[in-house]
Nanobody
Framework: QLVESGGGSVQSGGSLRLSCAASKFHFSTYSMAWFRQAPGKEREGVANINSDGITIYADSVKGRFTISQDNAKNTVYLQMNSLKPEDTAMYYC?????????????????WGQGTQVTVSS
């Protein structure tokens, strides 16, 4: 129901734009989020946009990442600029009608399969 794309390998300082396309439901009434998980680490919330279009970001990505959505395309994006090696992870798109805590994975019902982002120094 959620399909991510746009991952890849870039050098430090580069940019990538991730996309997450939803099917079988229209996410304009859902809260959408991007999470990431590096090897050996817990999954962490990166950015969230709720049904009112309000966005929040993890401190580690503020000023560098931007979450947005295109209701006509039923797609949410994550624009990632000034990438750092520590941004290297598998990135996941998630959706839920009303997650209690935006950056807690347990509160999301729908997940994509993930897309790999690798940033080299």
């Amino acid at each position: 129901q959620l399909v991510e794309s746009g991952g890849g390998s870039v050098q430090s300082g580069g940019s990538l734009r991730l996309s997450c396309a939803a099917s079988k439901f229209h996410f304009s009434t859902y809260s959408m989020a991007w999470f990431r998980q590096a090897p050996g680490k817990e999954r962490e919330g990166v950015a969230n946009i709720n049904s009112d279009g309000i966005t929040i970001y993890a401190d580690s990505v503020k000023g560098r990442f931007t979450i947005s959505q295109d209701n006509a395309k039923n797609t949410v994006y994550l624009q990632m600029n000034s990438l750092k090696p520590e941004d290297t992870a598998m990135y996941y798109c998630a959706a839920d009608a009303l997650p209690r805590i935006p950056f807690r994975p347990i509160y999301y019902s729908f997940w994509g399969q993930g897309t790999q982002v690798t940033v080299s120094s």
